[in-house]
Structures are given as C-alpha cells and as structure tokens.
C-alpha cells in the first residue's frame, strides 16, 4: 500500500523602493492528499476494506503533516524575522529585477543602477 502527500509553502521576495528586498508569506500552507495505491491477492478479503484502511492511514498521516508544517513554517518566519529586509551594497544605489532562488538556494538578482 502506498500513498503520497505534498506541502505548499508560499512566500515572495519583492523589491523596496530603496533598493532592497524584502521576504514576504504570501498564502496559507497547504497538504494535498494524493491516491491510495494497494494490491492484494485474490481470495483474500479484508474488514475494513484495504482501500478504507489505507485511506485512514493517510488521514492519519495527514493530520500530522499538516501539524508539523505549521511548527515548520513558524520557525521559517521566526529565523526570516531578523533578515526579513535583505540591503545590498551601494546604499540603494542599485534597484533589484528579476529576483530569484537557484535549485541549490542562492539568490540571484539582476542589478539597476539608480542614477
């Protein structure tokens, strides 16, 4: 038997008039229930059906999930909440485009000289 189960964490990195970028969550997180994969062999019977059971097991799982994701999200934004405003070098005499993370997690920006 076997099932899936995925999370959404929602945040933006916007740019502040002063050439900054700032952190922001942006939605409610979210626990997508995926299907209830299982076999079995013929002859065999199973009360409560094994569908049943497999869908109370990711029931189950689910509302530990989505309980630890919230814990997960509260210490992302209580780390985030000391760096939430990210200042590059040149005291705003650069404007930030094109913002985005890497696979690996960098941060990578395209830079407009304010002047």
């Known amino acids: 038997m076997s099932f899936t189960m995925s999370y959404t964490l929602n945040y933006a990195l916007t740019r502040v008039d002063d050439g900054s970028?700032?952190?922001?969550h942006t939605s409610t997180p979210q626990?997508?229930?995926?299907?209830?994969q299982h076999s079995q062999s013929s002859g065999q019977?199973?009360?409560p059906p094994l569908q049943d059971y497999g869908t109370d097991l990711q029931q189950a799982a689910f509302s530990?999930?989505?309980?630890a994701l919230g814990a997960y999200q509260k210490?992302?934004?209580?780390?985030?909440?000391?760096i939430h405003k990210?200042?590059?070098?040149?005291?705003g005499s650069f404007l930030?485009?094109?913002?985005a993370f890497t696979n690996a997690g960098d941060l990578i920006?395209?830079?407009?000289?304010?002047?």
């Open 75 to 82: 210490a992302l934004e209580d780390s985030l909440a000391g």
């Open 96 to 99: 930030c485009y094109n913002v």
């Open 86 to 91: 990210l200042i590059l070098p040149g005291g």
């Open 109 to 115: 920006t395209n830079l407009y000289f304010n002047g």
């Open 31 to 36: 626990v997508a229930n995926g299907p209830v």
């Open 64 to 67: 530990t999930f989505t309980n």
């Open 21 to 24: 970028l700032q952190i922001l």
């Open 45 to 47: 019977t199973w009360t």
